[in-house]
């Protein structure tokens, strides 16, 4: 799926399952707009050739709140769920990524952009090649608490 302006959302236990892309972004690639992920919906079993496993943002903001969440996803590169290079990733209400995998980054890669994973949500069981299992970073602006430290 690409978001090129716009809105989409999925709500309500929806799910995006077994996808792929020879490129960035292995279910859905944002390059402008707003997507919403919310309700108990799900991205599950994606994958990515590049970068963003699930989902590559290349500007735009995504939303996943209120029991979503994103398992089983991988990337070659960077970021075997979620890649960012610019736009704002928000994880929050209790919302997860699980069992993903890339060389860096293995659940998530920042290269611009802000990221806020707040209220209850969490990142787990993700494995990197070489740096950050959980989130590797080049340049990143956190918005709430980053595990080592404040930094904006």
């Given at each position: 799926?690409?978001?090129?302006?716009?809105?989409?959302?999925?709500?309500?236990?929806?799910?995006?399952?077994?996808?792929?892309?020879?490129?960035?972004?292995?279910?859905?690639?944002?390059?402008?707009?707003?997507?919403?992920?919310?309700?108990?919906?799900?991205?599950?079993?994606?994958?990515?050739?590049?970068?963003?496993?699930?989902?590559?943002i290349t500007g735009g903001?995504?939303?996943?709140?209120?029991?979503?969440?994103?398992?089983?996803?991988?990337a070659q590169a960077n970021?075997?769920?979620?890649?960012?290079?610019?736009?704002?990733?928000?994880?929050?209400?209790?919302?997860?990524?699980?069992?993903?995998?890339?060389a860096y980054g293995g659940?998530?890669?920042?290269?611009?952009?802000?990221?806020?994973?707040?209220?209850?949500?969490?990142?787990?069981?993700?494995?990197?090649?070489?740096?950050?299992?959980?989130?590797?970073?080049?340049?990143?602006?956190?918005?709430?608490?980053?595990?080592?430290?404040?930094?904006?």
């Open positions: 799926m690409l978001i090129a302006g716009g809105s989409f959302t999925l709500t309500s236990g929806s799910a995006i399952v077994y996808s792929a892309a020879q490129g960035n972004g292995g279910a859905v690639f944002v390059s402008s707009g707003i997507l919403i992920v919310s309700r108990g919906s799900s991205i599950l079993h994606s994958m990515s050739s590049l970068s963003g496993g699930a989902m590559y903001t995504v939303n996943i709140f209120n029991g979503c969440f994103i398992s089983s996803s991988s970021g075997g769920a979620i890649a960012i290079n610019s736009g704002v990733f928000t994880l929050s209400d209790n919302s997860s990524i699980t069992a993903s995998s890339a659940a998530l890669y920042l290269s611009g952009g802000l990221i806020a994973l707040s209220r209850g949500s969490s990142v787990a069981n993700s494995t990197s090649l070489y740096e950050g299992g959980a989130a590797g970073e080049e340049r990143v602006r956190w918005k709430g608490s980053h595990p080592c430290k404040e930094r904006f």
